[in-house]
C-alpha cells in the first residue's frame, strides 16, 4: 500500500512562488511509481497539472502550467516536489499528489484515472 502526504501549501501574494512537497511511503521501491500533481478549485473537477516518471527523466505539464511549474523528484529522500512560480489566483484550489506503478506518457499522465494512490491534499490560495 503506497501512501503520499503533500505538504507545503499556504497563502501567497500573485506572482509569488510556492514548493509543494509529496512524500512517498508504504512501498519498498518507492521510486517504481510515477507521480502526478493534480489540483481541485471549489466546484470544479479535479486538474491535471504534470507527471513524472519513476527516474525523474520524463516529464509532463498541462498547458496552463507550462514555463511556470515544474516537477521534480529526488528518490533518495522519498519525495516528489512542485515548483510553482508566478502564481495567479486562478491556481488557488486543493493540491494532490497520486502515485502510480506505471508512467503513462502523453495526457494519460496527466488524468486521475492513471492513478492508484492519493495523498489527502494541501491548500494553496493566492491573494490578488
Known amino acids: 500500500q503506497l501512501e503520499l502526504v503533500e505538504s507545503g501549501g499556504e497563502l501567497v501574494q500573485a506572482g509569488g512562488s510556492l514548493r509543494l512537497s509529496c512524500t512517498i511511503s508504504?512501498?519498498?521501491?518507492?521510486?517504481?511509481?510515477?507521480v502526478g500533481w493534480f489540483r481541485q478549485a471549489p466546484g470544479k473537477e479535479r486538474e491535471g497539472l504534470a507527471c513524472?516518471?519513476?527516474?525523474?527523466?520524463?516529464?509532463n505539464y498541462a498547458d496552463s502550467v507550462t514555463g511556470r511549474f515544474t516537477i521534480s523528484r529526488d528518490n533518495a529522500k522519498r519525495t516528489i516536489y512542485l515548483d510553482m512560480n508566478d502564481l495567479k489566483p486562478e491556481d488557488a484550489g486543493v493540491y494532490y499528489c497520486?502515485?502510480?506503478?506505471?508512467?503513462?506518457?502523453?495526457?494519460?499522465?496527466?488524468?486521475?484515472?492513471?492513478?492508484?494512490?492519493w495523498g489527502q491534499g494541501t491548500q494553496v490560495t493566492v491573494s490578488s
Open positions: 497520486a502515485g502510480s506503478p506505471t508512467y503513462s506518457a502523453g495526457r494519460s499522465g496527466l488524468l486521475p484515472a492513471s492513478y492508484n494512490y
Open positions: 513524472i516518471n519513476s527516474s525523474g527523466g520524463s516529464t
Open positions: 508504504g512501498a519498498i521501491y518507492n521510486y517504481y511509481y510515477a
